[in-house]
């Protein structure tokens, strides 16, 4: 394979024409296989971020691009002013996964999320009788739910909001894990508690023990929808299908994205029963490329790899073992290592810029989320082999 040019080359043009609302690692990626990467210069490495899940299949797996390619040469785009062969089946295909009734189809993360919103407050002022423009909606500090300025307004990081006001009303924020502080927050006018069953963004935080079930029955109590933000921790992430199942919750409504189409197209969904998405009616709510034919081809094909391969299985089964490994090492560096599956953060004492940067010189791409945590989420179908390789490495970098 040749190059004409190296990563210099492409880092200078992207600092040039691209706003520069991120601080990458300066590795040009031009391939991917599997849980492996390939830069410009001809480099390898073990990708341990997965595009923040959206790769848990792997990178280019070849039965999502073979569905791709066929799907490309029939049609891409119907619009929903038209139907399409595709996304019937999609839906009833995740739907019966996940065992929801109704699915609406969207395209980011982000798009679901705003989806989710509007779901829950149509629901409050059609269902629930509170009263116009009064809805509420729980949320949490630390959270992550996407970058539009509604979800930014009810952020807790600084750097997402500054500048970005002035903010939707209609959202109160909790401590994350506090189950008296949600309860105190419920009000007549409360729609709907959104939540991340572990926040991924927030460092690989996972609440106390209980929290998420004890927050379900608080939902149910007070006639207020239970919402997951399921976009990075589902779709087998955390060794179940679903975090939330880790608490055995069903949440009332469950957002999608991410790994429903590994990687290869912008595919989210909210799903939800007949009672919340059955309230939306022609003109509500809609998308261009939402439930496009490409999409539903793609994603159907990312569901069943990831059935067929057993992948949610494998998370839990060598999340167990990297993590187990991980925190046998030694290291004065590390404050504590946590996850399920293969979500796994090591929180540290010291900035971990530098301990991704290490990583990076010694084939492991692995990004710092907020400052002192290192996050592994590698694909889901990396081999006990590929983790112990990169256990060598992870550990010299952690004790040198
Ligand atoms: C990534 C992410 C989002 C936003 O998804 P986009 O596709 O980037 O809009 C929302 N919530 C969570 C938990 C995420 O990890």
């Known amino acids: 394979m040749t190059q004409q040019h190296n990563s210099d080359y492409y880092i200078q043009l992207a600092e040039k024409y691209s706003a520069r609302n991120y601080n990458p690692l300066d590795v040009v990626l031009s391939e991917g296989k599997g849980v492996w990467v390939y830069d410009v210069d001809g480099n390898k490495y073990l990708d341990c971020l997965a595009a923040y899940s959206a790769v848990n299949q792997g990178h280019c797996h070849p039965r999502i691009m073979e569905a791709a390619q066929q799907q490309m040469q029939k049609l891409t785009l119907s619009s929903r002013a038209f139907r399409n062969d595709q996304m019937g089946p999609f839906l009833q295909e995740l739907c019966e996964l996940t065992g929801y009734e109704k699915a609406l189809p969207m395209n980011t993360g982000a798009e679901a999320v705003e989806t989710a919103i509007k779901a829950a407050r149509k629901w409050g002022y059609a269902v629930k009788g509170v009263e116009d423009d009064c809805a509420e909606i729980v949320v949490c500090a630390g959270n992550f739910h996407g970058r539009t300025t509604t979800i930014v307004g009810f952020s807790s990081e600084e750097s997402y909001r500054k500048d970005f006001g ?169 404050k504590e290592v946590r996850g399920r599956g293969l979500f796994i953060g090591v929180e540290l004492n010291v900035p971990a810029r530098r301990f991704a940067e290490a990583l990076y010189q010694r084939g492991i791409l692995a990004k710092e989320t907020h400052d002192y945590v290192l996050r592994f989420a590698p694909p889901l179908v990396i081999t006990r082999e590929e983790i112990d390789w990169a256990l060598e490495r992870i550990e010299e970098v952690l004790t040198s």
């Open 166 to 334: 002035p903010f939707t009303p209609g959202f109160v924020t909790i401590p994350y894990g506090d189950v008296a502080a949600l309860e105190a927050a419920i009000t007549p006018n409360t729609v709907a508690f959104l939540v991340e069953p572990i926040q991924g963004e927030g460092g690989v935080v996972i609440p106390p023990d209980g929290f998420l079930s004890a927050a379900a029955d608080i939902c149910r109590k007070n006639n207020v929808l239970l919402m997951a933000d399921e976009i990075q921790t589902g779709l087998g992430r955390t060794g179940r299908l679903f975090a939330s199942e880790h608490e055995g919750v069903r949440p009332d409504v469950m957002i999608v994205g991410k790994a429903l189409s590994g990687g290869f197209y912008p595919v989210s969904a909210v799903l939800a029963d007949d009672e919340v998405l059955g309230l939306f009616k022609p003109g509500d709510h809609g998308s261009t490329f939402g439930g496009n034919p490409l999409g539903s081809a793609i994603a159907r094909t990312a569901l069943k790899v990831l059935i067929d391969e057993g992948l949610v299985e494998r998370s839990a089964e060598l999340g167990d073992y990297f993590l187990g490994r991980l925190q046998r090492i030694e290291s004065d560096y590390v």
